[in-house]
């Protein structure tokens, strides 16, 4: 079954932190990279962090040093710790594989405004 669950978004004010968690089916993630992309208001989504299946890491310029991607293989899960929010951080976030599947998930939201 093809499978991807985000969560772990809100509102949070700027500086603040969220975690958030993809939990992806067996398919999507046993071989292949992963992504999380986002996609805020009359944008195009966009990648903004991957991981490799050895744990190489890459970010969009407008993330590094504030986000962290991370794969947990025994859970088929991924995450992305985000601190240092930005209200220009603000959109819906999905996980997928890298290169992107043509499946998606619901997303979640994040919000970052005082």
């Known amino acids: 079954q093809t499978q991807l669950v985000e969560s772990g978004g809100g509102l949070v004010q700027p500086g603040g932190s969220l975690r958030l968690s993809c939990a992806a089916s067996r398919s999507i993630f046993r071989g292949n990279a992963m992504g999380w992309y986002r996609q805020a208001p009359g944008k195009q989504r966009e990648l903004v962090a991957m991981?490799?299946?050895?744990?190489?890491?890459n970010y969009a310029d407008s993330v590094e040093g504030r986000f962290t991607i991370s794969r947990d293989s025994a859970k088929n899960t991924v995450y992305l710790q985000m601190n240092s929010l930005k209200p220009e951080d603000t959109a819906v976030y999905y996980c997928?594989?890298?290169?992107?599947?043509?499946?998606w998930g619901q997303g979640t939201q994040v919000t970052v405004s005082s």
């Open positions: 991981i490799t299946t050895d744990d190489r890491t």
């Open positions: 997928n594989a890298y290169p992107a599947g043509y499946y």
